[in-house]
């Protein structure tokens, strides 16, 4: 099965892993969470600076982009109950306690979770170079960065990254507005609409024939050569991390505004779609910063691209991909075609992140099918990838002493969707079977 880690060949979890079997893993290393926050390296005090510096930002966002006036330039996403989905899911299994989805699939700007983290981080970048050239200050309107001054200005940086679509496309987007000269590196499996969309807003695009990891390290190799190229870097990024951390900071007035209780007789389960990591991770932080025990976070993954569960129940982290077991990463899910977990977040979270679990591209179809059909809502197939969640909870034979699953409520992180073209989604839902 692996030649590289012989000591891998009888591990069970492994050996799942390599024939695509579906399967719930429980972390033996999670702890409490007053123990578990020790280790991530970040505290609440980061993630709020991060919070305040979003605040400042909000009027530059609602100028620029119409579809966040709502919230006043404040990028969140609505929380909304599927009661015909949760309906048609408990005909599958036992299915405890009340569905939520939460919309990131429709937050403004990009149309998915990397709206959080990608956006964040060129927008720290842009602050910083303001703030450098002595000719802003934080008191300032920072709708002034947006005029042919400050856009001349971040017009001699480049910013580069590597991306499966969904960052590439925030970074490309949020960059080219302040006027940054943005390289996006794409992965095969980034689809063709994002890369137009992309070329719309004057982003270069560079095509690789190969995964995620491989854009990546050339999106490094190009910004490593040029000092005026930063590179934003998805496997390593704190900021990144503490961007995505801010939803989880909002979350408790959000379920409040909703009369939704959380605390220990009604645990908040939220079943985040991963891909290299550090989205799921820094929502995961931020929630475990939020509600403490309450909350319990699973991370999803497809069959043929479980990184995060691979390095995760190894402890080998980065060190290991999921070709080094005989897996080919690659799957429909494309936000999700990441073989090797970042090692960042792999590590900083490993004592917080409750559990993962995998689940086969067919089933992520069928999901996706299902949830047009009870709810008339599209999503791509990597926010789907949630949906499983509370299924494997209903059906677990060893549940965690802790479950109490009567009261819960089941949050699926729907990461992404609502910019799909429309014959392509069309073309994904004819995968998909009802049941
Ligand atoms: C990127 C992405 C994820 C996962 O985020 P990571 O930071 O890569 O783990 C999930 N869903 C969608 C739609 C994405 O684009």
Known sequence: MTDKFPALNKNKVVQQLSTHTPLLWHNPQCLSTIEGLQHVGLTLEDVQDAAERLQRFAPLIAEAFPESRARGGIIESDLVEIPAMQQALAQQGPLHGKLWLKKDSHLPISGSIKARGGIYEVLVLAEKLALESGEFSEQDDYRRLLTP?????????KIAVGSTGNLGLSIGIMGATLGFQVIVHMSADAREWKKQRLRDHHVTVVEHQNDYSVAVEQGRQTAADDPYCFFIDDEHSPTLFLGYAVAGLRLPAQLAALGITVDQEHPLYVYLPCGVGGGPGGVAFGLKLAFGDAVRCYF???THSPCMLLGLSTGYHDAISVQDIGLDNHTLADGLAVGRASGFVGRAMQSLIDGCYTLSDQRLS????????TENMSLEPSALAGMQGPLWMGNDPNPSP?????????????????MVPKEEMQRYLAMGNLP
């Open 366 to 373: 069928d999901l996706q099918l299902l949830l047009h059909h």
């Open 402 to 418: 802790h479950a109490a699953l009567d009261h819960a409520t089941h949050l699926v992180w729907a990461t992404g969707g609502s």
């Open 300 to 302: 999803a993954e497809p």
């Open 149 to 157: 001054h400050f856009r001349q200005l971040f017009g001699r940086y």
